[in-house]
Nanobody
Framework: QVQLVESGGGLVQAGGSLRLSCAAS????????MAWFRQAPGKEREFVAA????????YYADDVKGRFTISRDNAAKTVYLQMNSLKPEDTAVYYC????????????????WGQGTQVTVSS
């Protein structure tokens, strides 16, 4: 089994920054490809960013490209999401996902999920 625990969410003003962390434990060899998704109130969960095991391949959703950066520290078994220039529309619960076999934007390609961390951006 793999456990993913997110942290770093909170309340921030528009234009501000937050850094989310996702710590993996357990059978972490199964968490080669990692990703972040988010779910805003009343909306479906959507893709934010994904990263390969080596960190060389990264995908981003169009509306976060240039503002968010996904990275990883394999020694620490942690994936990060640096979020800059935050907007009120970024308000959502952010989920860490792992277990993908290849870098993907699809939720069904990931078998492990964290509990989520709330990000609220005020205008």
């Amino acid at each position: 089994q793999v456990q993913l625990v997110e942290s770093g969410g909170g309340l921030v003003q528009a234009g501000g920054s937050l850094r989310l962390s996702c710590a993996a434990s357990g059978r972490t060899a199964s968490t080669n490809v990692m990703a972040w998704f988010r779910q805003a109130p009343g909306k479906e969960r959507e893709f934010v960013a994904a990263i390969s095991g080596s960190g060389n391949i990264k995908y981003y959703a169009d509306d976060v490209k240039g503002r968010f950066t996904i990275s990883r520290d394999n020694a620490a078994k942690t994936v990060y999401l640096q979020m800059n220039s935050l907007k009120p529309e970024d308000t959502a619960v952010y989920y860490c996902a792992g277990g993908g076999s290849y870098v993907s934007r699809r939720q069904n390609d990931f078998g492990y999920w964290g509990q989520g961390t709330q990000v609220t951006v005020s205008s």
